[in-house]
T-cell receptor, first 116, second 114 residues
């Protein structure tokens, strides 16, 4: 299955600043997804990122707050901009694997963000 | 869009007993239903999945059943062990759609008591 390297694994940031999270995949994938998981909660999709096109954002998430880049088929970044304490959460990237006999969605290890 | 409801939110069982977690989905077009296990501080890990063309799938102590008519699917864990303790999430999506993002249930905290 695909291996995803996500970094940073955690960070503590000052309010008003921005943090960029990176995900690197060891194989080419068409679709990458960014999720937010607040403490004790389920996973909420922020946006879908396809290479060569603008990311598609879910209701409640906007590009100005969560800009996404997808420069190639193995890499994506999510930036959390102008952070406030309400942005404290775990952010996860995910990819859709479409290999023969090996279908599924794999997750990165997550970035635990604390905004102070 | 798709909506997935999951219950119970917490489940405690004695070691060796069975555990069942249930999910319902709203979009009759959804055709792929994975289950994830998330241990504390770890990423979600796929444990089993099922497609809409089958009604049941087993993998050792884990099984998933799907009722397309009723739009619900369930995770069954037999002979539970303490290491099964974790949060379990169900999810649903339409594989042939252009979006194909997973919609997750709210999660079930399973505790297996030794």
């Amino acid at each position: 299955s695909a291996v995803i390297s996500q970094k940073p694994s955690r960070d503590i940031c000052q309010r008003g600043t921005s943090l960029t999270i990176q995900c690197q995949v060891d194989s080419q994938v068409t679709m990458m997804f960014w999720y937010r998981q607040q403490p004790g909660q389920s996973l909420t999709l922020i946006a879908t990122a396809n290479q060569g096109s603008e990311a598609t954002y879910e209701s409640g998430f906007v590009i100005d707050k969560f800009p996404i880049s997808r420069p190639n088929l193995t890499f994506s970044t999510l930036t959390v901009s102008n952070m406030s304490p309400e942005d404290s959460s775990i952010y996860l990237c995910s990819v859709e694997q479409t290999g023969t006999g090996d279908y599924g969605y794999t997750f990165g290890s997550g970035t635990r963000l604390t905004v102070v | 869009g798709e909506n997935v409801e999951q219950h119970p939110s917490t489940l405690s069982v004695q070691e060796g007993d069975s555990a069942v977690i249930k999910c319902t989905y709203s979009d009759s077009a959804s055709n792929y239903f994975p289950w994830y296990k998330q241990e504390l501080g770890k990423r979600p890990q796929l444990i089993i999945d099922i497609r809409s063309n089958v009604g049941e799938k087993k993998d050792q102590r884990i099984a998933v059943t799907l009722n397309k008519t009723a739009k619900h699917f369930s995770l069954h864990i037999t002979e539970t062990q303490p290491e099964d303790s974790a949060v379990y999430f169900c999810a649903a999506t339409l594989l042939t759609g252009s979006a194909r993002q997973l919609t997750f249930g709210s999660g079930t905290q399973l505790t297996v008591l030794p």
